[in-house]
């Protein structure tokens, strides 16, 4: 996709939704981190259900250690791979009490020394609750980048980097939302939603619906 391509593109998803966010509800970074931990594999509705209980409950990183992970494993069994979620959420919570006081690092280093956060986890925490331009590449965003032609790439990190070149400076810092957003909801897996898709006319797709 040509760079003349890819601003107009942007353009387009910006004016579709101006202040793009994420779908995942919470109150403070932490729960923010928790819930992009839990949603690994598993929907943002799906994790929304049980957070609602949990972060009323426990809300911080201090209550969800003292949960202890039997009864933490009971709001979250109804999402995919908790016993090993449960296990994370409680290292990691205990992790930051022990080296930040409780409190979500802006750091990349120290987020991702965090039990359950890699790369990607850390990405979302640094471009929502710290606003820095970076994009996290999931599944959804994985594919749009290689199917519509955007920045395609063999695996999750060249298309990250591909996507931090490709995308202009005036729109990186929303990009990861805009293009999640798209993937899930129009540019989906299975069967692609081209006939009511803003940037169909741009996408390189050679088999469009």
Known sequence: MTPKKIHLMFERLAAAEPHPTTELEYAT??????AVILSAQ???????????????????????????????????KTIGLYPTKTKNLIAMS??????????????????????????????VI??????????????????LANRTGLAPGKDVLAVE????????AAY??????????????VCKARKPECRDCIIRDLCEYPEKT
């Open 29 to 34: 970074p932490f729960q923010l981190l928790a």
């Open 42 to 76: 598993a929907t943002d509705k799906g994790v929304n259900l049980a957070t609602r209980a949990l972060f009323r409950d426990a809300p911080t990183a201090r209550k969800i250690a003292a949960l202890g992970e039997k009864k933490l494993a009971g709001y979250i």
């Open 94 to 123: 205990r992790q930051l009490l022990e080296h930040h006081d409780g409190e979500v690092p802006h750091d990349r280093a120290a987020l991702e020394a965090l039990p359950g956060v890699g790369r990607k986890t850390a990405n």
């Open 126 to 143: 640094l471009n929502t609750i710290f606003h820095e331009p970076v994009i996290a590449v999931d599944t959804h965003i994985f594919r």
């Open 161 to 168: 980097n591909k996507l931090q070149k490709a995308v202009p």
């Open 172 to 185: 990186r810092l929303h990009a990861h939302h805009w293009l999640i957003l798209h993937g899930r909801y």
